[in-house]
Nanobody, 115 residues
Framework: QVQLVESGGGLVQAGGSLRLSCAASGNIFRINVMGWYRQAPGKQRELVATISSGGGTIYADSVKGRFTISRDNGKNTVDLQMNSLKPEDTAVYYC?????????WGQGTQVTVSS
């Protein structure tokens, strides 16, 4: 069984930065796509960024140029560096990985950006 543990959320002022991290543990052979999603109150969960095993990245238009996703295949971790944060970035951020053929979600970490 695979578990994902996120860390790094918190409260920050607009214009500030946060770095989220997510670590996978358990019975892992291969992790394919890693990604971050977010869900704001009253809204659907949405993609923030993904990174493939080969390093290819996809970003939501709303975060392009501000957020950077990275992964460490040796440590089974994925990070999200968030700069120039805006109040509209406030949400619960979820890590998601495709481990072997199984989709796994983290428990979520709150990010709050004050104006």
């Amino acid at each position: 069984q695979v578990q994902l543990v996120e860390s790094g959320g918190g409260l920050v002022q607009a214009g500030g930065s946060l770095r989220l991290s997510c670590a996978a543990s358990g019975n892992i052979f291969r992790i394919n796509v890693m990604g971050w999603y977010r869900q704001a109150p009253g809204k659907q969960r949405e993609l923030v960024a993904t990174i493939s095993s080969g390093g290819g990245t996809i970003y939501a238009d709303s975060v392009k140029g501000r957020f950077t996703i990275s992964r460490d295949n040796g440590k089974n971790t994925v990070d999200l560096q968030m700069n120039s944060l805006k109040p509209e970035d406030t949400a619960v951020y979820y890590c998601r990985m495709i481990v072997d053929t199984t989709l796994v979600w983290g428990q979520g970490t709150q990010v709050t950006v004050s104006s």
